[in-house]
Nanobody, 120 residues
């Protein structure tokens, strides 16, 4: 099993920056992709960014150019650098990790969630 521990959230003013970290342990040697979803009050959960073992990345359009994601494959830790934060970035951010079971099928693990609040 994989355990994910998130850190780095908090309260920032618009235009500020935060870095989220997600550290995987347990059966982390099998992780293929890591990333973050976020969920704001009254809204559906959306994928913010992810990165696979080959450093291929994806971002939701609203954060492109502001957020970057990186990964330390040896330590199975992912980092989400969030710059130029906006009010609409306020949400609970949930780290996830995928382990491949067979082609096209994954087991997904979730972090505990961490609050990011952007407010003036």
């Amino acid at each position: 099993q994989v355990q994910l521990v998130e850190s780095g959230g908090g309260l920032v003013q618009p235009g500020g920056s935060l870095r989220l970290s997600c550290a995987a342990s347990g059966s982390s040697f099998s992780i293929y992709a890591m990333g973050w979803y976020r969920q704001a009050p009254g809204k559906q959960r959306e994928l913010v960014a992810n990165i696979d073992k080959n450093w291929s990345t994806n971002f939701v359009d609203s954060v492109k150019g502001r957020f970057t994601i990186s990964r330390d494959n040896a330590n199975n830790t992912a980092f989400l650098q969030m710059n130029s934060l906006k009010l609409e970035d306020t949400a609970v951010y949930y780290c996830y990790a995928n382990r491949p079971l067979c082609p096209g099928m994954f087991q997904t693990y979730w972090g505990q969630g961490i609050q990011v609040t952007v407010s003036s």
